[in-house]
């Protein structure tokens, strides 16, 4: 079992940046592939961005490379999420999840949180 838990999400204008950070129960996090996911309601979730069990290997949805990156530190039990050059199209709730592999497919995922808000101020 792993708990997640989501937070850094707020208002921004855009432009600017925010950094989401998922902190995670149990010493078994660094076992799990972690990704982040975002979901405006009407739409489908969609993936952001998917990082190895070791942090080594990164994949970014083209919507988000070369402005968000995904990192985490497995002595904190922490996933971080730094989203630059915000766009009000980033507006949504962001989850992070996490999986047996990396993946871009939400159900390949086992543990989800309950999500952080983001805004984006056109």
């Known amino acids: 079992q792993v708990q997640l838990v989501e937070s850094g999400g707020g208002l921004v204008q855009a432009g600017g940046s925010l950094r989401l950070s998922c902190t995670a129960s149990g010493r078994t996090f660094s076992t799990y592939a972690m990704g982040w996911f975002r979901h405006v309601s009407g739409k489908e979730r969609e993936f952001v961005a998917g990082l190895t069990k070791n942090g080594f290997i990164q994949d970014y949805a083209d919507s988000v490379k070369g402005r968000f990156s995904i990192s985490r530190d497995n002595t904190k039990n922490t996933v971080y999420l730094q989203m630059n050059s915000l766009k009000p199209e980033d507006t949504a709730v962001y989850y992070c999840?996490?999986?047996?592999?990396?993946?871009?497919?939400?159900?390949?995922?086992?543990?989800w949180g309950q999500g952080t808000q983001v805004t984006v101020s056109s």
């Open positions: 999840a996490a999986g047996p592999k990396r993946s871009r497919m939400a159900h390949e995922y086992d543990y």
